[in-house]
Nanobody, 123 residues
Framework: QVRLVESGGGSVQTGGSLRLSCAGS????????LAWFRQAPGKAREGVAS????????DYADSVKGRFTISTDNAENTVYLQMNSLKPEDTGMYYC????????????????WGQGTRVTISS
């Protein structure tokens, strides 16, 4: 059973930084892709970043390229999302997700989710 727990959300001003963490259990041998999604109020959930743990290959949404970095610490079973140069449009609930197969930008392809952590960026 894969279990994911996010932390690190908070409120910062435009231009600030946050580092989100997602601690996982039960997934090392059943997961090949770890991803971060976000959902702004009134909007659909969107993929932000993903990492294919087999190769280390990463993928980012165009809106966060150059500002966000996804990384993993296999020893700690944790995936991180370093977010720099934050903008008000980055506000939302951020979710960690996992799936056994290769990475996808569709939320419907993921079968394990955390409870989310809230990020608020003020102008």
């Amino acid at each position: 059973q894969v279990r994911l727990v996010e932390s690190g959300g908070g409120s910062v001003q435009t231009g600030g930084s946050l580092r989100l963490s997602c601690a996982g259990s039960g997934y090392r041998y059943s997961t090949r892709c770890l991803a971060w999604f976000r959902q702004a109020p009134g909007k659909a959930r969107e993929g932000v970043a993903s990492v294919y743990t087999v190769s280390g290959s990463t993928d980012y949404a165009d809106s966060v390229k150059g500002r966000f970095t996804i990384s993993t610490d296999n020893a700690e079973n944790t995936v991180y999302l370093q977010m720099n140069s934050l903008k008000p449009e980055d506000t939302g609930m951020y979710y960690c997700a996992a799936r056994y197969f290769g990475c996808s930008r569709s939320e419907y392809d993921y079968n394990a989710w955390g409870q989310g952590t809230r990020v608020t960026i003020s102008s």
